[in-house]
């Protein structure tokens, strides 16, 4: 089994800054592209920013300038640093990564369980 477990969701007020964090555990072989997504209610999951073993990055273009992934990978831990917050960022956000567990002959997508961000006008 692979867990992923998100922190550092909250409520801030517009124009603040929270930084979420993902730590990967158990039986990981490898990790290899991690990611943060976003959700709201009746909505589908989106991208907002992914990161790459290498350190490679990706956004999502309303949060760009705003938003930096980063990770380490000795911890299999991935973090979101968001700053300058609106409402509309307000969302469950999800951690993701792709990865192969011990003895498993493929690599999977794994979730977090999320975590809410809340931003006030």
């Known amino acids: 089994q692979v867990q992923l477990v998100e922190s550092g969701g909250g409520l801030v007020q517009a124009g603040g800054s929270l930084r979420l964090s993902c730590a990967a555990s158990?039986?990981?072989?490898?990790?290899?592209?991690m990611g943060w997504f976003r959700q709201a209610p009746g909505k589908q999951r989106e991208l907002v920013a992914a990161?790459?073993?290498?350190?490679?990055?990706n956004y999502a273009d309303s949060v760009k300038g705003r938003f930096t992934i980063s990770r380490e990978n000795a911890k299999n831990t991935t973090y979101l640093q968001m700053n300058s917050l609106k409402p509309e960022d307000t969302d469950v956000y999800y951690c993701?990564?792709?990865?192969?567990?011990?003895?498993?002959?493929?690599?999977?997508?794994?979730w977090g369980q999320g975590t809410q961000v809340t931003v006030s006008s």
């Open positions: 158990g039986s990981i072989f490898s990790i290899n592209t």
């Open positions: 990161i790459s073993s290498g350190g490679s990055t």
């Open positions: 993701g990564a792709g990865g192969r567990r011990f003895s498993a002959a493929r690599a999977e997508w794994f």
